[in-house]
């Protein structure tokens, strides 16, 4: 991702790598439906409301995503 100023990190998904790992943020100036944003190793990012997110948490937390870790 080129730019994360005022950008703030809440987590980093990676495995012990100097791929460039994907990470989450919370840019609180952006507007409610694009505050929560996930960036990848290629340099895109995925930018989503915070009830969205909480949408993907909770099928996480209920296993619905369990099969792409073992994919």
Request: net charge negative; glycine share 8%.
């Amino acid at each position: 991702m080129s730019d994360i100023t005022g950008l703030e990190p809440l987590a980093t998904f990676c495995g012990n790598c100097n791929c460039g790992c994907p990470q989450l943020f919370v840019d609180p100036s952006a507007p409610a439906e694009r505050r929560v944003l996930l960036t990848d190793d290629f340099g895109q990012r995925i930018e989503m409301s915070a009830v969205q997110f909480a949408s993907i948490v909770e099928e996480a937390k209920a296993g619905k995503l369990d099969g792409i870790a073992t994919a």
